[in-house]
C-alpha cells in the first residue's frame, strides 16, 4: 500500500492546518478501487453478462419532431430470434429527474421531439438480431415544423413541444430583483452592458451508457446500470413500472466518467427493465457512441446580456443580468439550470442589487441537463470577461478589483446565499504570485498575453430534488469480530473518488488504514439512501454522515476498551490499527480485539450516520432554494496564451490555478479533480460544441446533430494540454468533514474567462462567447483592422416578456428573506408533488 | 424448430487460435467479429473497453504481435496464431506491472474505463522505447482519450514506471 507520495512539483498546498496527528487524511494515497481499474477488474455496466441474457437496441427517431401517427412492429416481431418489440403504449407513464418535469415516456408515445428520441425497441436472443429487426419496424410519421434555437422557440409558440410551461414554446421564465437597480445604476459612476453567448456542450464520458436488468429469484428486479443517481432513478422506476420501489433494486455500478450526463433517470434504463420483467430473462443494453450524443443532457447554451454599474473604486452598485437558455427537447434538470444561470451571481463578488431574469425554451434538440458546474460556467464567463473589461474601463488592475469587491466569509449574499468560509482573497493573491502576474499582464509581446478569472461553487445543493424532509446523504457500517469494517453508502463511485473518501474518514476516526475498510456503495437495496453524485455533494454530505457513524462506532468501542483496560475513555486513542491509552500506550489492545469487546458488551455493533444541509432560513421567496449550498469553494486561475494574427491559432501555453477546498482529503485525487476541471474546462474554451445544422430544405429541413461522434465532436488530447500549476488553499471549513468543501467543478468555471481574458491581452480582441475557435479571432481581428469594435460575439438579446419580478430586498436595506410583492406561500402543492412520486 | 435460420452472432463458424496473455487459446466466433467483440464476448476478457467501436477513443487498445492496436478496428479472424496481450495479461504472479502500480499511485486513473488501454499503449512505447521524452509520451498516448485526469497524472504515471521499470530490469526482478 502506498502512502504518503509527494504531489508533482507542479502542485502546492498552501498550509497543513497546524497541531493536528491525522494518519489518513490529508496524505496522497492509493484510491481504494484503484486495483480494479488498473488490473481490468472493474466491472462496468456493459462488462456484465449473465446467463440466458438477451440484448436490446432501440429504435430512434430520424426527424426532429413529428406526431407518430402508426407503429407497426408485426415484422420484427416476426423474426427469428426476436424476443419482444415494445413501443410507447407499453410504457405510458411520464416520469423527468425533477417532480415538476414530468414530460418524458421511455419510449414515444405519439410525438418525437428530437432526432434521436427513442420510438420502439426490440429484444432479442443476440444484439445484432435486435439491430436488425430494427429495421422492420414501420412507423408512419407526421412531420411537424422544428425549433432550433431559443429565438426561434419564442417567435413559434405553436405547435407546441410539451402542453406545459410557461406559455408557447417557453419552459421556464424567472424573475427577480433583490434591490432597486435602476436606484444603483444612478448612482454608478460606470456602466456597462456586454452579450455574452456560450454554446452547449456535451460530457463524452469514455463510458457509453450500459444497463441489465433481471427479474431476480424472487420475482423482483434488479437493475445494473452507470447511473449517477441509483435514488433518483429508483423512484423514477417505481412510478412508471407501477412497482413497489421496496421490490426494485437498483445497484450502480461504477461509473466509467459521469460529469452529470448520468444524472438523469433515462429512458433506455426503463426500457430493459419492463423487457426483464416480461420476459423473465436478463436484458442488456450498449448504448452506441452514437445514441449517448442524443442522451445528452448537457451544458444548455445560453445567451446572456449583462449591465453592471460600478463606481470608480469599482463597488458593483447593481447588476441586471437576463439569460436566454436552450433547453433542447424536455425538462431534464432545466428548471434548475435555469437558476443557476444567475444564482451564483453574487458569490464571488459583492453586488449590491441584483435583477436576474432567465428563460429557458425548448428546442427539437437532445434535451439539455447538467454538465459539471451546472448551469454557473455560462454566466460565470460572462461576468469574469465583464470584469477585466470593467477593470479596464476604471484603469483598475483586473486582480486588484477583484480583491476589492471579493465576498467575505460567512457574508448573506443579495439573493440571500449564507455564504460559509471564503478562501476567494487568498486565491486570488496566490495566484498572482505564482503565475507572476505583475510582470505579465499588459506587458508580454503582441501575440502573447494572460488572463485571469475567479469562481464560486456549491458544495453540495442545499434543495433535494424532491421536497422531503429525510437526510440527503446516510453511510451505514457494521463492524464485527474479525476486526473488519463494512461501510455501506448510497452514494455512487463515477471515477470522482468518492468510495476512498468515505474510507478515509471512517479510517481516520477508527485508526485503521483505508485498505481496512470494505466499501459498498451506489446499492440501493445495501446502503441508506443517498442523492447522488451531482452537485459536488458527496465529499461534505456523505462524509458528515460517515462521520457520525464512524464517531458512533467509536464511542461504543471506546467504552468497552475503556473498561478493560481500566482507563478513561477520553484517555483512548484510536491509531495504527489499535486503541490505546495516550498517557501509556504500553496499555493497549488491537483493533480487532477492541471490536471484540464492543460486541461482547453491546452485541452486533452497526451504526448508521445522516446528513441533512443546515437550515436556510434565509431565502424565503419562492425559488430561493436554489443556489442554497452548506458551503461555497472559490476559484482563481491564470491562463497565458498565445495567439497566431496570422491565422487565429490559440496555443494555451499555461495554466495557475489556486482552488479553496477547505482540506484535501486525498491530495492526489484532489490534484485529479482540479486537473481534470481544468482539462474539460480547456475543451470548453477552446473546441467542443455541440452544434446542430438543418438539412436543405428539399430534405426536409429537418434539423440534425452535426457531430455525434467523437472523431467529429473535438476534445482536447494529451497534446493539447499546456503546462498546469496548481496550489490547494486550504482552511478547513467547520461544515465540511475535517474541513474539506468540494474540488470536483469549482476549478472548471475560471478557465473560460481567463482564456478569454488572456487572449484580449494577446491580441486585443475580445471574444464574448466560447469556443475561442481561430476563425472567430481572426474575423474580430479583422473588424479591429476596419476600425471597428475589435470584438466577436453576439450583437442582440430578444425580447422577453418577463413576468413581474418578485422583490426581494437585500440583508443590507433590511429585507428579511421574504419577496414583497409575494403571495404567501400555498403549502398544498408541495403535498401533492410528492405523492406523485410515491407508489 | 420453427426458424428457419439462426441470428447472425449465434453462427460461430469463424475459429482461430491465439496466444491471450501468453496462453494458447481456441475460439470460435461469428466471423464479421472484431478482435474488441471476442475478447468481451467470446473469451471472458472484459477488461478491454468499449468507447466508440469507430477507432476515435483508444479505450480498446491491445498490443498484437508488440504493436499497440485497436481492437475495435481489427477484424478477429485476422489475428489466427498472433499473439494477444490485453490488461489482464500484465500483472504477473499476482504482482502489477510496474506502470499498473504507477497509475494507481499517482492518480493515473480516476473512472478507470481508459485505464486499461492508455496502459497499454504506455506498454507498447516503453517495449519499444525504454527511455521515452515527455514529448514522446504525449505523442504516443494521443490517441487515447481521457475525460478524467486532464492526462497530466497520466504523464507523471508513464513517467514513475520508467524509472521503476529499469530498476526492477537492474536487479533481474524484471525481464
Same mark, same amino acid.
Given at each position: 500500500?502506498?502512502?504518503?507520495?509527494?504531489?508533482?512539483?507542479?502542485?502546492?498546498?498552501? $498550509?497543513?492546518?497546524?497541531?493536528?496527528?491525522?494518519?489518513?487524511?490529508?496524505?496522497?494515497?492509493?484510491?481504494?478501487?484503484?486495483?480494479?481499474?488498473?488490473?481490468?477488474?472493474?466491472?462496468?455496466?456493459?462488462?456484465? $453478462?449473465?446467463?440466458?441474457?438477451a440484448y436490446c437496441k432501440i429504435l430512434r427517431s430520424?426527424?426532429?419532431?413529428?406526431?407518430i401517427?402508426n407503429i407497426d412492429v408485426s415484422r420484427a416481431q416476426a423474426h427469428p430470434g426476436v424476443y419482444l418489440v415494445l413501443t410507447g403504449k407499453d410504457?405510458?407513464?411520464?416520469?423527468?429527474?425533477?417532480?415538476?418535469?414530468?414530460?418524458?415516456?421511455?419510449l414515444?408515445?405519439?410525438?418525437?421531439?428530437?432526432?434521436?428520441?427513442p420510438v420502439a425497441a426490440v429484444i432479442a436472443r443476440e444484439e445484432l438480431t435486435a439491430f436488425e429487426a430494427l429495421d422492420l419496424i414501420d412507423v408512419e410519421?407526421?412531420?411537424?415544423?422544428?425549433?432550433?434555437?431559443?429565438?426561434?422557440?419564442?417567435?413559434?409558440?405553436?405547435?407546441?413541444?410539451?402542453?406545459?410551461?410557461?406559455?408557447?414554446?417557453?419552459?421556464?421564465?424567472?424573475?427577480?430583483?433583490?434591490?432597486?437597480?435602476?436606484?444603483?445604476?444612478?448612482?454608478?459612476?460606470?456602466?456597462?452592458?456586454?452579450?455574452?453567448?456560450?454554446?452547449?456542450?456535451?460530457?463524452?464520458?469514455?463510458?457509453?451508457?450500459?444497463?441489465?436488468?433481471?427479474?431476480?429469484?424472487?420475482?423482483?428486479?434488479?437493475?445494473?446500470?452507470?447511473?449517477?443517481?441509483?435514488?433518483?432513478?429508483?423512484?423514477?422506476?417505481?412510478?412508471?413500472?407501477?412497482?413497489?420501489?421496496?421490490?426494485?433494486?437498483?445497484?450502480?455500478?461504477?461509473?466509467?466518467?459521469?460529469?452529470?450526463?448520468?444524472?438523469?433517470?433515462?429512458?433506455?434504463?426503463?426500457i430493459?427493465?419492463?423487457a426483464?420483467?416480461l420476459l423473465?430473462? /436478463?436484458v442488456?443494453i450498449?448504448?452506441?457512441?452514437?445514441?449517448?450524443?442524443?442522451?445528452?443532457?448537457?451544458?444548455?447554451?445560453?445567451?446572456?446580456?449583462?449591465?453592471?454599474?460600478?463606481?470608480?473604486?469599482?463597488?458593483?452598485?447593481?447588476?441586471?443580468?437576463?439569460?436566454?437558455?436552450?433547453?433542447?427537447?424536455?425538462?431534464?434538470?432545466?428548471?434548475?439550470?435555469?437558476?443557476?444561470?444567475?444564482?451564483?451571481?453574487?458569490?464571488?463578488?459583492?453586488?449590491?442589487?441584483?435583477?436576474?431574469?432567465?428563460?429557458?425554451?425548448?428546442?427539437?434538440?437532445?434535451?439539455?441537463?447538467?454538465?459539471?458546474?451546472?448551469?454557473?460556467?455560462?454566466?460565470?464567463?460572462?461576468?469574469?470577461?465583464?470584469?477585466?473589461?470593467?477593470?479596464?474601463?476604471?484603469?483598475?488592475?483586473?486582480?486588484?478589483?477583484?480583491?476589492?469587491?471579493?465576498?467575505?466569509?460567512?457574508?448573506?449574499?443579495?439573493?440571500?446565499?449564507?455564504?460559509?468560509?471564503?478562501?476567494?482573497?487568498?486565491?486570488?493573491?496566490?495566484?498572482?504570485?505564482?503565475?507572476?502576474?505583475?510582470?505579465?499582464?499588459?506587458?508580454?509581446?503582441?501575440?502573447?498575453?494572460?488572463?485571469?478569472?475567479?469562481?464560486?461553487?456549491?458544495?453540495?445543493?442545499?434543495?433535494?430534488?424532491?421536497?422531503?424532509?429525510?437526510?440527503?446523504?446516510?453511510?451505514?457500517?457494521?463492524?464485527?469480530?474479525?476486526?473488519?469494517?463494512?461501510?455501506?453508502?448510497?452514494?455512487?463511485?463515477?471515477?470522482?473518488?468518492?468510495?476512498?473518501?468515505?474510507?478515509?474518514?471512517?479510517?481516520?476516526?477508527?485508526?485503521?488504514?483505508?485498505?481496512?475498510?470494505?466499501?459498498?456503495?451506489?446499492?440501493?437495496?445495501?446502503?441508506?439512501?443517498?442523492?447522488? $453524485?451531482?452537485?459536488?455533494?458527496?465529499?461534505?454530505?456523505?462524509?458528515?454522515?460517515?462521520?457520525?457513524?464512524?464517531?458512533?462506532?467509536?464511542?461504543?468501542?471506546?467504552?468497552?476498551?475503556?473498561?478493560?483496560?481500566?482507563?478513561?475513555?477520553?484517555?483512548?486513542?484510536?491509531?495504527?490499527?489499535?486503541?490505546?491509552?495516550?498517557?501509556?500506550?504500553?496499555?493497549?489492545?488491537?483493533?480487532?480485539?477492541?471490536?471484540?469487546?464492543?460486541?461482547?458488551?453491546?452485541?452486533?455493533?452497526?451504526?448508521?450516520?445522516?446528513?441533512?444541509?443546515?437550515?436556510?432560513?434565509?431565502?424565503?421567496?419562492?425559488?430561493?432554494?436554489?443556489?442554497?449550498?452548506?458551503?461555497?469553494?472559490?476559484?482563481?486561475?491564470?491562463?497565458?496564451?498565445?495567439?497566431?494574427?496570422?491565422?487565429?491559432?490559440?496555443?494555451?501555453?499555461?495554466?495557475?490555478?489556486?482552488?479553496?477546498?477547505?482540506?484535501?482529503?486525498?491530495?492526489?485525487?484532489?490534484?485529479?479533480?482540479?486537473?481534470?476541471?481544468?482539462?474539460?474546462?480547456?475543451?470548453?474554451?477552446?473546441?467542443?460544441?455541440?452544434?446542430?445544422?438543418?438539412? /436543405?430544405?428539399?430534405?426536409?429541413?429537418?434539423?440534425?446533430?452535426?457531430?455525434?461522434?467523437?472523431?467529429?465532436?473535438?476534445?482536447?488530447?494529451?497534446?493539447?494540454?499546456?503546462?498546469?500549476?496548481?496550489?490547494?488553499?486550504?482552511?478547513?471549513?467547520?461544515?465540511?468533514?475535517?474541513?474539506?468543501?468540494?474540488?470536483?467543478?469549482?476549478?472548471?468555471?475560471?478557465?473560460?474567462?481567463?482564456?478569454?481574458?488572456?487572449?484580449?491581452?494577446?491580441?486585443?480582441?475580445?471574444?464574448?462567447?466560447?469556443?475561442?475557435?481561430?476563425?472567430?479571432?481572426?474575423?474580430?481581428?479583422?473588424?479591429?483592422?476596419?476600425?471597428?469594435?475589435?470584438?466577436?460575439? /453576439?450583437?442582440?438579446?430578444?425580447?422577453?416578456?418577463?413576468?413581474?419580478?418578485?422583490?426581494?430586498?437585500?440583508?443590507?436595506?433590511?429585507?428579511?428573506?421574504?419577496?414583497?410583492?409575494?403571495?404567501?406561500?400555498?403549502?398544498?402543492?408541495?403535498?401533492?408533488?410528492?405523492?406523485?412520486?410515491?407508489? | 424448430?420453427t426458424q428457419t435460420r439462426?441470428p447472425a452472432?449465434?453462427?460461430?463458424?469463424?475459429?482461430?487460435?491465439?496466444?491471450?496473455?501468453?496462453?494458447?487459446?481456441?475460439?470460435?466466433?461469428?466471423?464479421?467479429?472484431?478482435?474488441?467483440?471476442?475478447?468481451?464476448?467470446?473469451?471472458?476478457?472484459?477488461?478491454?473497453?468499449?468507447?466508440?467501436?469507430?477507432?476515435?477513443?483508444?479505450?480498446?487498445?491491445?498490443?498484437?504481435?508488440?504493436?499497440?492496436?485497436?481492437?475495435?478496428?481489427?477484424?478477429?479472424?485476422?489475428?489466427?496464431?498472433?499473439?494477444?496481450?490485453?490488461?489482464?495479461?500484465?500483472?504477473?504472479?499476482?504482482?502489477?506491472?510496474?506502470?499498473?502500480?504507477?497509475?494507481?499511485?499517482?492518480?493515473?486513473?480516476?473512472?478507470?474505463?481508459?485505464?486499461?488501454?492508455?496502459?497499454?499503449?504506455?506498454?507498447?512505447?516503453?517495449?519499444?522505447?525504454?527511455?521515452?521524452?515527455?514529448?514522446?509520451?504525449?505523442?504516443?498516448?494521443?490517441?487515447?482519450?481521457?475525460?478524467?485526469?486532464?492526462?497530466?497524472?497520466?504523464?507523471?504515471?508513464?513517467?514513475?514506471?520508467?524509472?521503476?521499470?529499469?530498476?526492477?530490469?537492474?536487479?533481474?526482478?524484471?525481464?
Open positions: 500500500m502506498a502512502n504518503n507520495q509527494d504531489l508533482p512539483k507542479r502542485a502546492s498546498r498552501s $498550509s497543513k492546518a497546524a497541531g493536528e496527528d491525522l494518519r489518513v487524511i490529508g496524505s496522497s494515497r492509493q484510491r481504494v478501487d484503484v486495483r480494479g481499474k488498473v488490473t481490468g477488474q472493474t466491472i462496468y455496466a456493459d462488462d456484465i $453478462s449473465l446467463p440466458r441474457m430520424p426527424h426532429p419532431h413529428a406526431v401517427r410504457l405510458p407513464i411520464e416520469y423527468g429527474i425533477l417532480p415538476v418535469s414530468q414530460d418524458e415516456t421511455a414515444c408515445v405519439d410525438r418525437v421531439r428530437h432526432v434521436g428520441d410519421y407526421e412531420i411537424l415544423p422544428t425549433i432550433s434555437d431559443p429565438e426561434e422557440a419564442l417567435a413559434t409558440p405553436e405547435p407546441r413541444l410539451h402542453d406545459y410551461g410557461e406559455e408557447g414554446n417557453i419552459h421556464k421564465r424567472v424573475s427577480f430583483e433583490f434591490g432597486d437597480v435602476d436606484k444603483g445604476f444612478a448612482e454608478a459612476d460606470e456602466i456597462l452592458e456586454d452579450l455574452f453567448f456560450y454554446q452547449g456542450s456535451t460530457h463524452l464520458a469514455m463510458e457509453q451508457h450500459a444497463s441489465v436488468a433481471i427479474k431476480d429469484r424472487e420475482g423482483k428486479l434488479t437493475l445494473w446500470t452507470s447511473t449517477q443517481v441509483p435514488h433518483y432513478l429508483h423512484r423514477s422506476l417505481a412510478k412508471v413500472l407501477e412497482l413497489p420501489a421496496g421490490h426494485i433494486r437498483v445497484i450502480a455500478t461504477p461509473n466509467g466518467g459521469g460529469f452529470g450526463g448520468k444524472s438523469d433517470p433515462l429512458n433506455h434504463e426503463i430493459v427493465c419492463k426483464a420483467l423473465g430473462r /436478463p442488456k450498449s448504448l452506441t457512441r452514437e445514441e449517448v450524443f442524443y442522451c445528452h443532457r448537457g451544458r444548455h447554451p445560453v445567451l446572456m446580456k449583462f449591465k453592471v454599474g460600478v463606481k470608480k473604486d469599482g463597488t458593483i452598485k447593481a447588476l441586471d443580468l437576463q439569460t436566454l437558455i436552450d433547453g433542447g427537447g424536455y425538462g431534464s434538470f432545466g428548471v434548475a439550470s435555469t437558476f443557476y444561470t444567475g444564482a451564483l451571481q453574487t458569490t464571488a463578488y459583492h453586488v449590491e442589487r441584483f435583477k436576474f431574469r432567465a428563460c429557458r425554451t425548448f428546442t427539437n434538440k437532445p434535451p439539455c441537463g447538467p454538465k459539471r458546474g451546472h448551469g454557473t460556467p455560462q454566466p460565470r464567463f460572462g461576468q469574469e470577461v465583464q470584469m477585466d473589461k470593467i477593470a479596464e474601463r476604471l484603469g483598475i488592475d483586473p486582480a486588484e478589483l477583484r480583491l476589492r469587491t471579493a465576498v467575505k466569509p460567512n457574508e448573506l449574499t443579495a439573493n440571500f446565499l449564507q455564504l460559509g468560509t471564503v478562501g476567494l482573497e487568498q486565491c486570488i493573491r496566490r495566484v498572482v504570485d505564482m503565475s507572476g502576474w505583475k510582470d505579465k499582464f499588459r506587458k508580454l509581446p503582441e501575440g502573447r498575453g494572460v488572463g485571469l478569472a475567479c469562481s464560486c461553487y456549491l458544495t453540495g445543493a442545499g434543495l433535494s430534488i424532491y421536497w422531503n424532509k429525510m437526510p440527503h446523504s446516510g453511510i451505514q457500517l457494521k463492524l464485527d469480530r474479525s476486526g473488519g469494517v463494512t461501510l455501506q453508502a448510497g452514494t455512487t463511485e463515477i471515477g470522482q473518488g468518492s468510495d476512498d473518501v468515505l474510507a478515509a474518514i471512517v479510517a481516520e476516526i477508527l485508526g485503521l488504514q483505508t485498505v481496512d475498510i470494505r466499501v459498498y456503495s451506489g446499492d440501493t437495496d445495501l446502503g441508506p439512501v443517498d442523492l447522488g $453524485s451531482y452537485s459536488s455533494r458527496v465529499t461534505l454530505m456523505a462524509g458528515n454522515a460517515a462521520v457520525q457513524a464512524a464517531e458512533r462506532a467509536k464511542a461504543m468501542l471506546a467504552e468497552a476498551v475503556a473498561e478493560k483496560l481500566q482507563v478513561p475513555k477520553e484517555r483512548l486513542r484510536f491509531a495504527d490499527n489499535a486503541v490505546f491509552d495516550t498517557a501509556a500506550p504500553e496499555k493497549r489492545v488491537t483493533f480487532p480485539e477492541a471490536v471484540c469487546l464492543g460486541e461482547s458488551r453491546f452485541g452486533t455493533i452497526g451504526t448508521v450516520g445522516s446528513y441533512w444541509p443546515p437550515k436556510m432560513p434565509a431565502a424565503q421567496y419562492k425559488g430561493g432554494g436554489v443556489g442554497t449550498s452548506p458551503t461555497y469553494t472559490y476559484s482563481a486561475a491564470v491562463a497565458e496564451v498565445e495567439v497566431n494574427p496570422a491565422t487565429g491559432w490559440i496555443r494555451v501555453v499555461k495554466i495557475w490555478n489556486t482552488h479553496d477546498l477547505g482540506r484535501a482529503l486525498n491530495p492526489t485525487i484532489a490534484l485529479g479533480q482540479v486537473e481534470g476541471s481544468i482539462y474539460m474546462g480547456l475543451g470548453e474554451a477552446l473546441m467542443e460544441e455541440q452544434e446542430f445544422r438543418r438539412l /436543405p430544405k428539399k430534405l426536409s429541413h429537418a434539423l440534425v446533430h452535426k457531430f455525434p461522434s467523437i472523431l467529429e465532436y473535438k476534445s482536447p488530447t494529451s497534446l493539447d494540454m499546456p503546462e498546469i500549476f496548481t496550489e490547494f488553499v486550504e482552511g478547513p471549513d467547520p461544515r465540511g468533514p475535517f474541513g474539506a468543501k468540494e474540488v470536483g467543478q469549482g476549478p472548471l468555471l475560471p478557465i473560460m474567462p481567463a482564456v478569454a481574458n488572456a487572449v484580449y491581452d494577446a491580441v486585443g480582441v475580445r471574444i464574448d462567447e466560447v469556443p475561442i475557435t481561430p476563425e472567430k479571432i481572426l474575423k474580430a481581428l479583422a473588424e479591429k483592422r476596419a476600425g471597428r469594435e475589435p470584438r466577436y460575439g /453576439p450583437t442582440h438579446f430578444p425580447e422577453i416578456s418577463w413576468p413581474e419580478a418578485l422583490r426581494v430586498p437585500p440583508p443590507w436595506e433590511g429585507g428579511d428573506g421574504r419577496a414583497i410583492n409575494e403571495t404567501p406561500k400555498e403549502r398544498k402543492p408541495r403535498v401533492e408533488k410528492e405523492a406523485v412520486l410515491k407508489p | 424448430m439462426l452472432e449465434s453462427e460461430k463458424t469463424a475459429h482461430i487460435r491465439i496466444a491471450l496473455n501468453g496462453e494458447e487459446v481456441d475460439v470460435s466466433f461469428a466471423p464479421y467479429k472484431t478482435l474488441l467483440e471476442i475478447l468481451r464476448e467470446d473469451l471472458g476478457h472484459t477488461g478491454t473497453k468499449h468507447g466508440c467501436e469507430l477507432g476515435e477513443c483508444g479505450a480498446c487498445a491491445v498490443i498484437l504481435d508488440g504493436e499497440p492496436v485497436l481492437s475495435c478496428l481489427v477484424l478477429a479472424l485476422e489475428c489466427d496464431g498472433r499473439n494477444v496481450i490485453t490488461i489482464e495479461g500484465l500483472a504477473s504472479n499476482g504482482e502489477l506491472h510496474p506502470i499498473q502500480e504507477a497509475f494507481a499511485n499517482l492518480g493515473g486513473s480516476q473512472c478507470g474505463y481508459c485505464t486499461p488501454g492508455m496502459i497499454l499503449t504506455a506498454k507498447a512505447l516503453l517495449d519499444r522505447t525504454p527511455h521515452p521524452s515527455h514529448d514522446q509520451i504525449r505523442e504516443a498516448l494521443s490517441g487515447n482519450l481521457c475525460r478524467c485526469t486532464g492526462y497530466l497524472q497520466i504523464f507523471d504515471s508513464v513517467e514513475a514506471a520508467i524509472a521503476q521499470i529499469s530498476e526492477r530490469k537492474r536487479t533481474g526482478e524484471l525481464k
